[in-house]
């Protein structure tokens, strides 16, 4: 199957500074990359997704990047917020199942 | 636009018993995936059903079963429970089978004594 490697861990920026988190997959055969932001309590919310035919892609404040030919990919925050504080998950479509990484939990400072 | 709809929030049973959790997705979703969350293991696929059927399985042992009714709500059964089953389990439904722009649910806790 897919495996998915997600750095850093934790990340801690300051109000207004950007944000980076980096993941890479195993299976060139893989094809759909979504990002999720996870809140106390709450499920996983899908905030950019970018399919593999597609290098990069921006939503307001939030740009990914893809990178087929290394198999890696990275969500991009800029001017953070405090409710941007949450844990982000990237993921990989291989087969129809996605794999998830283990998260990055992003804390603003104010 | 009612949101997905995961029934009970928590939910606490011993070793050895078994479990059912309920899903109702967003109205107009086919698909409904189930997904297993731990700190340890993180978020781990379950299983994929679309149109009552299953569609697409993970790594889990045949204790974790599931089904999707006519309404394309669905339920999630674990029997013999053991302990390492204690996570949260979410359910997230998307319009189209495949894990691509899915809904997900707040989930159940369930914990295993």
Same mark, same amino acid.
């Given at each position: 199957?897919e495996?998915?490697?997600q750095?850093?861990?934790?990340?801690?920026?300051?109000?207004?500074?950007?944000?980076v988190?980096?993941?890479?997959? =195993?299976?060139?055969?893989s094809?759909?990359? +979504?990002?999720?932001?996870?809140?106390?309590?709450?499920?996983? $919310? @899908?905030?950019?997704?970018?399919?593999?035919?597609?290098?990069?892609k921006k939503?307001?404040?939030?740009?990914?990047?893809?990178?087929?030919?290394a198999?890696?990919? =990275?969500?991009?925050?800029?001017?953070?917020? +405090?409710?941007?504080?949450?844990?982000?998950?990237?993921?990989? $479509? @291989?087969?129809?199942?996605?794999?998830?990484?283990?998260?990055?939990?992003?804390?603003?400072?104010? | 636009?009612a949101?997905?709809?995961?029934?009970?929030?928590?939910?606490i049973?011993?070793?050895?018993?078994q479990?059912?959790?309920?899903?109702?997705?967003?109205?107009?979703?086919?698909?409904?995936?189930?997904?297993?969350?731990?700190?340890?293991?993180?978020?781990?696929?379950?299983?994929?059903?679309?149109?009552?059927?299953?569609?697409?399985?993970?790594?889990?042992?045949?204790?974790?079963?599931?089904?999707?009714?006519?309404?394309?709500?669905?339920?999630?059964?674990?029997?013999?429970?053991?302990?390492?089953?204690?996570?949260?389990?979410?359910?997230?439904?998307?319009?189209?089978?495949?894990?691509?722009?899915?809904?997900f649910?707040?989930?159940?806790?369930?914990?295993?004594?």
């Amino acid at each position: 199957g897919e495996n998915v490697e997600q750095h850093p861990s934790t990340l801690s920026v300051q109000e207004g500074d950007s944000a980076v988190i980096k993941c890479t997959y =195993s299976d060139s055969a893989s094809n759909y990359f +979504p990002w999720y932001k996870q809140e106390l309590g709450k499920g996983p $919310q @899908l905030i950019i997704d970018i399919r593999s035919n597609v290098g990069e892609k921006k939503d307001q404040r939030i740009a990914v990047t893809l990178n087929k030919t290394a198999k890696h990919f =990275s969500l991009h925050i800029t001017e953070t917020q +405090p409710e941007d504080s949450a844990v982000y998950f990237c993921a990989a $479509q @291989l087969d129809y199942k996605l794999s998830f990484g283990a998260g990055t939990t992003v804390t603003v400072r104010a | 636009k009612a949101g997905v709809t995961q029934t009970p929030r928590y939910l606490i049973k011993t070793r050895g018993q078994q479990v059912t959790l309920s899903c109702s997705p967003i109205s107009g979703h086919r698909s409904v995936s189930w997904y297993q969350q731990t700190p340890g293991q993180g978020l781990q696929f379950l299983f994929e059903y679309f149109s009552e059927t299953q569609r697409n399985k993970g790594n889990f042992p045949g204790r974790f079963s599931g089904r999707q009714f006519s309404n394309s709500r669905s339920e999630m059964n674990v029997s013999t429970l053991e302990l390492g089953d204690s996570a949260l389990y979410l359910c997230a439904s998307s319009f189209s089978q495949g894990g691509e722009k899915l809904f997900f649910g707040s989930g159940t806790q369930l914990s295993v004594l």
